[in-house]
């Protein structure tokens, strides 16, 4: 197959021919996961999700213009599934399992369009938010993101020439290379694309999927971004994410309810689905209140995303946990994905090797690390930490606590009345870079 040459095709460009959002696949795979347990258990919950930029010193409504974006964000609105992409969800098979999706569910997602958005600006800022019914609100989160993070990477490179733009792009590749030849090194290590939502563009996420494919063959696992896993013949990977427990503490009545709402989630996930799927994500209110009041059976589930606490701290964490429920550390799974960079992907596969069965899921480092590649120096072409998370569902304010309070989200007097209930142990503040 051809190669895309991306620096002509930044140069010459066009809106039409490259609008940022192809396809409503075009999105994580755990999106369309969580999306059938809403339809099937909660389709008369409303959940609004709203953009955060958690590099406040990056004036995005400076750098990117608001007339390009409600073009981009109203194209995304006129996307349907295709019959092709349709049948693909129909006839695949994920996870060792075929017709993960229910054809009920099926049947509607053919009809599915993205719902109305609300921007505004403040501040330099852009205030852009998506209300509504909370099946169709989830899938804006995904491509919210990408259009804004390539509106920005266009806006910075719309001065560079053709051969500066060659330049770009030469050293972007051979330094996705060199980490591409590091990870080789590492016997048996499993790495997957995690980076649809921060990438630099679509295009560029395309060539680092297929780079990664031919550079380190099977240990390459899949992606999470479902266009391009039906595109080039790998796995589509993703469980779930923050916004269920979020969403279910929301909507709590009591304390109670509220303390038990990340295990109601795992409860209602495990009707759904099995095997490799049940992976725990356990930081959304701190992970050490989560494995504190964890009821036994989750010590079943395959295994344990941790997101936000350093990689090793973490693990051993959830290890230590798994041996006191009298589990094998070495028949469970840790599936690695905050920030990863090569250094931190080794240095947690030396730690973990022989302990733990493990797999890497590398996001923002992999799809838009350009910081020192362009001709003339420039800060406009470094990832940001940019989110899309729930802040309110049937009215009431979500929250987020995170192991990192500097990923903490959700009004003030909400976060402390939920510390109050979890409590504080376990968290450590930690520079947020993407």
């Known amino acids: 197959m051809a190669k895309t040459d991306i620096a002509r095709r930044v140069y010459n460009h066009t809106w039409k021919l490259d609008p940022i959002v192809r396809s409503l696949l075009d999105t994580d795979f755990y999106k369309l996961l969580m999306l059938q347990m809403i339809w099937g258990m909660y389709p008369k919950v409303d959940a609004t999700f709203t953009l955060i930029n958690r590099t406040a010193s990056v004036r995005l409504a400076d750098e990117i213009d608001e007339g390009e974006l409600r073009e981009q964000l109203d194209h995304a609105r006129t996307l349907r599934f295709t019959k092709k992409e349709m049948i693909w969800l129909g006839g695949n098979t994920f996870y060792g399992r075929k017709q993960i999706f229910e054809p009920e569910f099926l049947a509607w997602l053919e009809d599915f369009r993205l719902p109305d958005y609300e921007l505004t600006k403040r501040d330099g800022q852009y205030e852009l938010s ?4 909370w099946m169709y609100t989830t899938l804006w989160e995904i491509p919210a993101l990408a259009i804004i993070n390539e509106l920005r990477s266009r806006a910075a490179l ?7 733009l060659d330049v770009l792009y030469a050293r972007a590749k051979a330094k996705m290379w060199d980490k591409t030849e590091r990870l080789k090194a590492l016997p048996g290590i499993r790495i997957s694309d995690f980076g649809t939502r921060r990438r630099h563009s679509f ?3 395309r060539w680092c999927v297929e780079a990664l494919k031919e550079g380190i063959g099977d240990a390459f696992t899949g992606t999470s971004n479902v266009l391009l896993a039906m595109d080039n013949d790998l796995e589509a990977l993703g469980t779930n994410a923050h916004e269920l427990p979020m969403v279910f503490a929301a909507l709590a009545n ?3 309810e509220l303390r038990q709402a990340p295990y109601k989630v795992l409860q209602d996930w495990q009707r759904y689905y099995g095997g490799n799927l049940l992976i725990v994500l356990p930081d959304t209110f701190g992970t050490a209140a989560f494995l504190r009041d964890a009821p036994d059976w989750i010590a079943d589930w395959t295994g344990f995303r941790p997101d936000s606490a350093p990689p090793i701290e973490g693990g051993e964490k959830i290890l230590s946990w798994w041996r006191e429920k009298g589990k094998d550390p070495k028949q469970k799974l840790l599936i690695f994905s905050d920030g990863l960079e090569v250094e931190t992907i080794e240095e947690a596969y030396r730690h973990f090797r022989g302990k733990v069965r493990m797999s890497f899921g590398w996001g ?3 799809t838009n690390d350009f910081e020192g590649c362009a001709p003339t120096e420039t800060k406009s072409l470094d990832a940001i930490s940019l989110v899309c998370k729930v802040s309110e569902a049937n009215g009431r304010p979500a929250v987020k606590l ?5 990923k903490a989200t959700g009004d003030e007097k909400e976060i402390k009345r939920y510390l109050r209930i979890f409590g504080e142990k376990g ?6 870079k993407v």
Do not use: Y
């Open 130 to 133: 998506f209300p509504g019914p």
């Open 158 to 164: 719309r001065s560079f020439g053709p051969f500066a």
């Open 203 to 205: 295009l560029w996420q």
């Open 254 to 256: 009591s304390e109670e």
């Open 364 to 366: 923002t480092n992999l």
């Open 402 to 406: 995170s192991d990192n309070p500097a």
């Open 427 to 432: 968290r450590v503040e930690q520079l947020v």
